[in-house]
């Protein structure tokens, strides 16, 4: 397989020649075009560009065993080539993690693309692993979703569909695949699709577009949130049990006028503007605000190892905004670095 330089491949790149401490950050961006998905599948990290339809990966194996990465994808400016990949490096000192703070210090093997793997346009929108090498891509212009092996990089195999796919979860051995009759019409549906016996279970009606789709592995629920309209209809959130592939409860978060935003983790938040609720399963209410401040946030993740979560501050959504740190307790801010334009998703290495 040959590695494709990221100066060919994406717009550019400024490499950090050496680790510089947390107190005088120095920030090396990787470009990136629109954004809209990233997840680590062993030494791999996996991003999904829609704005230029493309799967990248990237080797996260030079990374110490002790470290851990935070990868932050920005969507940037409406579908432009400007949004980008940045990076915390959290440094082990002895046996205290998470103890110093590296700004985009990005392994050797980052500076070239493991492999690239174009979709067409298909309008790849989001993605989960199926098996350790094997890659579930939702697409809207598409009626299938799309299986790649990330081995030989191509795309191996479809799922079938009666319309464009749009979210995917996957827990139990099955993936949930949300869907529309087009792009971004109805009617909506969830499909249930055996990872076992590579076959459509089961489809569940939905009223609104289905844009979000969660695991919840402490309880055996997939979370799947609709969007409203703006004016009548609000965000919805369907709990569906993995083990009947029924929809056993729903919570409405706010009016129609909130665009409610989970977080994505072992636990989940509701992200309201400038408040975030701790969202408790299987009850299914939002709790008391844990956060509520003058920063009104997009989308965020909650990592388990330091109990932190972390949030996608856009600023004006034309200039680079920040991710900012809380303690998933205490709702403290435990600190804030600049990131691209509207940040919204992560993944941890490590």
Not at 302 to 315: E, I, K, R
Request: charge should be negative; aromatic fraction near 6%.
């Amino acid at each position: 397989m040959n590695k494709i330089h990221l100066s060919v491949l994406l717009i550019g790149l400024v490499v950090l020649a050496s680790c510089k401490p947390s107190t005088d950050p120095q920030f090396a961006p990787i470009p990136m075009s629109g954004g809209n998905d990233i997840l680590v599948s062993g030494t791999r990290a996996v991003i999904l560009a829609n704005g230029s339809n493309t799967i990248y990966t990237v080797d996260l194996s030079q990374i110490p065993s002790g470290d851990r990465d935070l990868l932050m994808l920005s969507e940037g400016n409406f579908g432009k080539t400007n949004s980008t990949l940045n990076s915390v490096l959290f440094e082990k000192i002895g046996r205290i993690i998470d103890t110093n703070l590296e700004d985009d210090i990005l392994p050797d093997s980052l500076h070239d693309i493991q492999s690239s793997i174009p979709l067409g346009l298909n309008a790849p929108n989001k993605m989960a692993l199926i098996a350790p090498d094997t890659l579930l891509v939702t697409r809207r212009n598409a009626t299938s979703a799309a299986l790649i092996d990330l081995n030989s990089s191509e795309i191996v195999d479809s799922i079938p569909l009666s319309g464009a796919s749009i979210a995917v979860a996957v827990l139990n051995h099955k993936a949930y695949i949300t869907t529309g009759a087009t792009e971004y019409g109805g009617p909506f549906h969830v499909v249930v699709f055996d990872l076992v016996s590579r076959k459509i279970t089961k489809t569940i009606p939905l009223p609104e577009s289905p844009e979000q789709a969660l695991a919840d592995t402490a309880s055996g629920y997939v979370i799947i949130g609709t969007s409203g309209d703006g004016s009548t209809t609000s965000s919805e959130l369907y709990f569906l049990n993995t083990t009947s592939d029924v929809i056993v409860d729903s919570l409405t978060p706010g009016t129609p006028s909130d665009d409610p935003e989970l977080t994505t983790g072992s636990k989940h938040f509701i992200i309201m503007g400038t408040k975030i609720f701790p969202l408790t399963v299987p009850s299914h209410q939002m709790a008391a605000p844990l956060i509520d401040g003058p920063t009104a946030y997009y989308k965020g993740m909650y990592d388990a190892t330091s109990n932190a979560l972390y949030l996608g501050n856009p600023g004006d959504y034309t200039n680079p905004g920040t991710v900012d740190a809380y303690d998933a307790f205490s709702g403290k801010l435990l600190w804030s670095r600049p990131a691209g334009i509207i940040p919204g998703h992560f993944a941890f290495y490590h």
